[in-house]
Nanobody, 122 residues
Framework: QVQLVESGGGLVQAGGSLRISCTAS????????LGWFCQAPGKECEFVAA???????RYADSVKSRFTISRDNAKNTAYLQMNSLKPEDTAVYYC????????????????WGQGTQVTVSS
């Protein structure tokens, strides 16, 4: 059974940092691209960042230079390091995977985690 489990969310002040994690199980982690998406209240789920099996990365313009996605295949875990956080980053963050990196960036995935709440206070 494939599972993606996010963790590490919380409350942080504007300008602060937070690292969230996504641990996968149920299939060969190293062959999949991993992506982070976020959904703020009243808004659609948006692409944040993705990392392919060969560690190439892609970011939404709104988070470039502030967020860094990485992966540790030995731990079946992907991370999203979030720096210089802004109140508008407040959202539930979800991870998802896909062998097709471009499809993942478009939000195509058979499996999604349950999400982790990130709240940035002003």
């Amino acid at each position: 059974q494939v599972q993606l489990v996010e963790s590490g969310g919380g409350l942080v002040q504007a300008g602060g940092s937070l690292r969230i994690s996504c641990t996968a199980s149920g299939r060969l982690f190293s062959t999949y691209a991993l992506g982070w998406f976020c959904q703020a209240p009243g808004k659609e789920c948006e692409f944040v960042a993705a990392i392919s099996w060969d560690t190439s990365t892609r970011y939404a313009d709104s988070v470039k230079s502030r967020f860094t996605i990485s992966r540790d295949n030995a731990k079946n875990t992907a991370y999203l390091q979030m720096n210089s956080l802004k109140p508008e980053d407040t959202a539930v963050y979800y991870c998802a995977d896909n062998r097709d990196g471009p499809a993942l960036v478009s939000g195509v995935s058979d499996y999604w985690g349950q999400g982790t709440q990130v709240t940035v206070s002003s």
